[in-house]
């Protein structure tokens, strides 16, 4: 008699078919920025995460060694490869590396009809390595910005894109209001690099500016804050809350991924993306045995 080897289907909280977040963004090998951090920032929101890559970094907590892009027609085909099957319930862009592979992802969105899509516009490291040629960004402004449901522009990218000066809560309004300007539905940009006792971040949805606050938190652990962030937005986006509450739920996601930063690496450490799972120290393990039991 044949054997039966059905296995029961999956039922979790979504039924058999959890939200789908796609990030189409570059590969850290480090594991805390790029497609590893959306990767697992959906995972802990309870997201099946698809991804398209963009390029590839070699790279770790102390900069970008290496980085080469991939072919647009690959960039391109992934898109169509997990969109003719999969779907997604809302993606996001990262580092999109130069303007042909911009077009590229623009065309896809256009082709494929996704939404929402949060274009993170990620220009440079934290260490200051290029991640968008700047030839790019004109593409980047004409092609992608007008598709887009939420942009999440840090205080330098929205200088670039404006030509704007950057320093006071004003000048952040003045940035949001003009970058929406530029066609997407709603604008964040986000404080990180600025001073002062709250990470400010500023939205505007063509009508009425708010603001996402937090406590700034003294920390080198910072690497990767911004794609934790704009996955955050997307996975919450797939679950399908409203922009706003999307904003909110992400930065207090954010905020607590950075407070429970790990150790890790010598340079900008990654955030905790998966601090919603606590810490999971399995009896009788070499980390069990060098640092003793948990809570100890
Ligand atoms: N030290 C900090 N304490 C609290 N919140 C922070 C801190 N640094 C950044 N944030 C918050 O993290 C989010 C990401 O902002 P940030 O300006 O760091 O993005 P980014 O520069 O694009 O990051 P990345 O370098 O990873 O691309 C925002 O909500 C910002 O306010
Ligand atoms: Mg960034």
């Not at 991804?51 to 085909?77: F, M």
């Not at 911009?102 to 200051?128: H, N, S, T, W, Y």
């Not at 010598?266 to 810490?279: A, E, R, V």
Request: charged share 20%.
């Amino acid at each position: 008699m044949a054997k039966d080897v059905s296995v029961p289907a999956f039922v979790g909280p979504f039924g058999d078919r959890p939200p789908i977040a796609l990030t189409i963004a570059g590969s850290d090998s480090g594991g805390g920025a790029g497609i590893q951090a959306d990767l697992k920032t959906f995972t802990v929101l309870g997201c099946f995460g698809t991804s398209v890559l963009t390029a590839i970094t070699a790279q770790n907590t102390l900069g970008v060694q290496a980085a080469e892009a991939l072919e647009p027609s690959l960039v391109l085909q992934q898109m169509r490869s997990v969109m003719s099957d999969i779907g997604a319930d809302a993606a996001k862009t990262g580092m999109l590396a130069n303007a042909a592979v911009v077009e590229a992802v623009a065309q896809g969105v256009r082709e494929l009809g996704i939404r929402p899509l949060v274009i993170d516009p990620v220009m440079m490291a934290k260490g200051g390595e290029p991640l968008l040629a700047p030839e790019a960004r004109t593409a980047l402004v004409e092609e992608l910005l007008p598709l887009a449901t939420v942009i999440t522009p840090n205080i330098p990218e929205a200088e670039a894109l404006t030509g704007l000066r950057i320093g006071s809560l004003d000048e952040m309004r003045e940035a949001v209001r003009r970058l929406h300007g530029l066609g997407p539905a709603w604008v964040v940009v986000k404080g990180g690099h600025r001073t002062g006792p709250e990470a400010v971040d500023v939205v505007f949805d063509g009508t009425r500016f708010h603001e996402l606050r937090a406590p700034r938190i003294d920390s080198d652990r910072t690497h990767g804050t911004g794609c934790t962030f704009s996955s955050a937005i997307t996975a919450y986006l797939a679950h399908g809350l409203p922009v706003l509450d999307a904003l909110r739920r992400a930065k207090t996601f954010v905020t607590r991924a950075i407070e429970t930063a790990p150790r890790i690496g010598g340079g900008h450490g990654p955030t905790n993306h998966l601090w919603p799972m606590g810490t999971t120290r399995l009896p009788g393990s070499a980390v069990e045995a060098k640092r003793g039991p948990a809570g100890a």
